[in-house]
Structure formats: structure tokens, C-alpha cells
């Protein structure tokens, strides 16, 4: 399976993204998917993440501005982002986890996209 993320930029203060992560290659059955951020110096941060009966959950710091949504049809994965923050400048990567057509479940990751917020 690959993912690959697009939509990410550079953007100004207040602006708004929608990051996408498309999955394709072999068939899975989706169980989770979820949105990490990496600023540069600073630990990987787990901000959004959705599962199977697409609950979502979000880390403090982006409740209200992120939201995580999926597309099963298409295989995708979105992170609409509102009214950007400096601080939300980071790379952002995508993983899905998923069982594959035999064996137990796997993780995959995708290869990152780079936010930058900024005047």
C-alpha cells in the first residue's frame, strides 16, 4: 500500500489547507487512519486521528481548527485545516492502518507534506 499526501503550502495567518492522503496498491480493509505534524527541532505530534466507525479524535492544541475526515470509495483521507497558526507549521504525514488480505493488521505511512504559515 502507498500513501500519498498533497495539499500542503505555504499560507498565510487565518488561511486554510485541505491536506489529502490517497491510498493505493493492494486492497486492505480500513481499521484507522490518522494525521502526525513535525516541526523542525520538535517531537512528531499526533494531531487527528479516524477510525473504522469514523469517530474522530484530535489533539488539544487543533480542536475546532482540524477536522479529519474520509472518503472510503476513493481510499483518501483529508485534514481540512482553518485559521492556520504560525505554530502549525510542520510536516505533516499521514498513516492508515488496515488488514491486508491475509495476516495481521499493518501500518503505513505516507512520505509527509510541508505546511508553513506565514506573512
Known amino acids: 500500500v502507498k500513501l500519498v499526501e498533497s495539499g500542503g503550502g505555504l499560507v498565510q495567518p487565518g488561511g486554510s489547507l485541505r491536506l489529502s492522503c490517497a491510498a493505493s496498491?493492494?486492497?486492505?480493509?480500513?481499521?484507522?487512519a490518522g494525521w502526525y505534524r513535525q516541526a523542525l527541532g520538535m517531537q512528531r505530534e499526533l494531531v487527528a486521528r479516524i477510525f473504522r466507525n469514523d469517530t474522530t479524535d484530535y489533539a488539544d492544541s487543533v480542536k475546532g481548527r482540524f477536522t479529519i475526515s474520509r472518503v472510503s470509495d476513493i481510499n483518501t483521507v483529508y485534514l481540512q485545516i482553518h485559521n492556520l497558526k504560525p505554530e502549525d507549521t510542520a510536516v505533516y504525514l499521514c498513516?492508515?492502518?488496515?488488514?491486508?488480505?491475509?495476516?495481521?493488521?499493518?501500518?503505513?505511512w505516507g512520505q509527509g507534506t510541508q505546511v508553513t504559515v506565514s506573512t
Open positions: 498513516y492508515e492502518e488496515g488488514w491486508p488480505l491475509s495476516g495481521p493488521s499493518r501500518l503505513w
Open positions: 496498491g493492494s486492497p486492505f480493509t480500513f481499521k484507522a
